[in-house]
C-alpha cells in the first residue's frame, strides 16, 4: 500500500531524552521497607476481602505478576488469580517522600524533568549540568545514585523525544538501559504489538485489529488519511510516533492543574454536623494553598470516600472563576455533597481540590456589600 | 371534558404557559400542563418551583373558536403534548378525556390517544391577597427588566444577588441587581402613586422570562404583593414569581457621589471599539482590558495584551474628556452588557481612580439610570 503524506515529516534528533520508570516502585519500597515480602506475592491494594471487594490494584511485585496479577486491576481479580497475595494499604505519603527523594537526585544532572507519576519521569539532558555530554553515561549514573541512596532499581529509555524513551524503558524493564537512535526506529517499532502504543487502550486496540493493525510493522502502512479518519488527532499523532517523530518538549515549568486538600478520618463521620465542619476546615486549608500559589479556578471536585473504600467525586464549572474565599469553596462542596452523598453510610474521607487554574495576575475588586465579609 | 379550539390560538397560549414548565423537576407532576374546561372557559396552567403561569381562553374569544362541551380538567406532559399539538394537521383540534384520565387529540384525519394524570393532584397556585396593585406601562417594565438584569449575579452562593431589589415608594419604582462586581440601578415614574411603600426581591429568572412574554400588544401590566410571591396579571394571564427571602444590600452608599475624571461618548462606538478589544482578551486566558485617559489630550485608548495571542490597541472616538489622566482595567464583559443596554444615546462615564468603581448614565437623564462597574486589580 502506497502512503500519501499529508504534511512533511520533520525528525529532528538533536535532543537527548531520558525516560525513568521506577520498577514495580510501591511493592519495592514495601519490600525494602519490609523484607518479608521479598519472597511472596505482594500487592498493594485495599484487601478486597475487608473492603467488600471494592479497590483496585496500584502494584504488585514479580513474584505476584508471574499470576498475572498487574497495576489497576480490580483488587477482587487479584485476590482470584492469587489467593495466598499479601495485600498492603498503599502508603502514598511514603511514595510522595520517596519520588522527591529521587527527584532531588535528577536535579543534580538536569532541571528539565516532567514527572508523569511518583515513579515516572522523562529527562531531558541535552544540555547536563555535570557536563558528562553523554545520555547513556548519564542515565547509568542515575540508576546507579538512587541505587544507592534508595536500595530501589528502575528502568531507563534513552532516545531523541519522549515517545520513544519512554518505549525504550519498556523494552528494558526491570533494570535495564535501552537506546533507540534515528535508524533503530522502524526495526525496533516492527516487532513492538499495539496495544504497547502509548494512548492506545481499550476502546482503540479492537479498532486497530479491525483494521488489520497488530504491530508497529502494521501501522507504519497504514495512511495518514486512513489513521486520522479513523483515530482523529490520535492518528495525526501515530502516523507520526510510528516514524520517529515526537515534538513534545519535556514539560518541566508545567503548571500545576489543581490544588487539593483532603482528611482522612479514623472515626467515620457520620453526623451533618461534623462533616459541615470538616468540610470548612478544608475549604479554609484549601484557601490557603490557592493563595500562596497566587491562582484562581474554575472548576471545584468535591471527593468523598465512605467507609467501605467507595470514592465518589463530582464536580462544578462556572464560566467565571470563583472568589477566593472560604465560604464560596465550602458553599460549592456543600452543594455537591448534598447531592451525591449519603452520611448515613459514614465517610472516611473528604476532600476539596480548586482545578482548571489559572494564575492571578488580576483580581476583580469587589463592592463591599456585606460588611465583614469581603 | 371535551372541547373543540382553533388550533393557532391553543398553541400560543401553551408557548406562554410552558415557560413555566420544565422537564427537569423533582415533582414529577409538574412536568405536566393542566387543561381546565368551565362552562365559558378554558385555563391552562405551568408551574414550577419558582414561577406559575395561569393563562385563560374565553369562549367570547373569537379567533379561538372555543366551544366547551363538558367541563372537566386533566395533566398532561408538557412537552410531549405541546409537540404533538404543534404538529397536528388541521387548523380545528378536539380534546377528550375519558375515564382513568385517558386523553384523545383528534385533528383532520389524525388521532393521538395520550395518558393523562388526575388534575387534583396538581398544587394549588399560590394565593396572594394584596390590598395594593401597582399598574406598570409593560414596556417600560420590560426594559427595566432588561436594564438590571444583566448585573444580576449567578452565583448562588449569595442567594440574595440572584434577584433585583425593587423599592416602591409613592410614585417612584427603583431597580437594582448587584453581583458585587457591577450593579445596575433603574427608576421608573408610576401612573399612579401607592399608599404603602414596598420593598421585594425577585428572581432574575423569573424577571426574564416575564419580559420575554410582554409583547407589543400587551399595553400594562399590574403587579400584586404577598409575603413571598409576587403576582404579575396581564391580558388573560397570571404570572407567579417566588419571592427572595432576606435583607438586600443598601446598595444606596456604593455609588460615588464625585469624580476626578469624566469621558462623553456614545454608546455604540465605545461598545464596537471594546467588542473589537475583547476578542483578543477573550481567547488569552485573562479577561481584562485597559483604558488609558489623557485628559489634556482629550484622548482614550482601549488596550488588551493576551501574551499567548496578541495584543490590540485602539483610540476610543470620544465628543468631551475632563478631569485627571487615568489607567484603569476591567472585564471588558461588563462594559458590554452595560453600553447594550443603553441602546443608541449619549453616555457619561465617570471615574475616581484606577481602583474604584466608575459609573455610566445616560447624559440626557443622569438620575434614573445607571451602571456601574468595578475595576480589576492587576499584578
Redesign the interface.
Known sequence: METEVLTPINIDDSRKIIHVDMDAFYASIEMRDNPKFKTQPLVVAHDPRLTGGHGVVTTANYIARQFGVHSAMPAMKALELCPEAIFKDPDFTKYRAVSEQIHQIFHEYTDKIEPVAFDEAYLDVSEDKKGLGDAVLIAHEIQKVIFNETQLTCSTGISYNKFLAKMASEYSKPVGVAIIEKDDVAEFLKNIPIERFRGVGKKTVPKMHELGVFQGADLIKMSENDLIHYFGKFGYTLFRWVRGQDDRPVEYLRERKSIGKEETYGKLLTTEMEVEERLRVIAKNLLRAVLKRQKHGKTIVLKLRYGDFETLTKRITLDEFFQNDVETYYFYAKQILDEIADISRGIRLLGITLTNLTDQNFQEVSLPLFKHSE | MKFTIARNTFIKKLNAVQRAISSKTTIPILTGLKIEAEEDRLILTGSNTDISIETTISTNDEEAHLNIESTGAVVLTARFFGDIVKKLPDNTMLLEVKDGFQTTITSGASEFKINGLDANNFPHLPEVDSQTTITLKADVFSEMINETVIAVS?????PI?TGIHFTIEGNKLSAVA?D??R?SQRVINLPEPIKMPEDIIIPGKSLLELSRMLDDEIDTITLQISENQALFTFDETLFYSRLLEGLY?D?SR?IPKESSTEMEFEAPELLASIERASLLSHAG??N?VKLTINAANKQAIISGDSPEVGNVEEEVVTKDIVGEDLEI?F?PDYLKDALRSFGHTSIKMAFTSA???FTLVPTEDQENFIQLI??????
Open positions: 449567578n452565583q448562588e452562593s449569595r444577588l448587584t458585587s462586581h450593579l444590600p446598595t456604593l486566558r485573562n481584562v482595567s472585564n481602583l474604584r468603581p468595578t475595576p480589576v486589580r492587576t499584578f
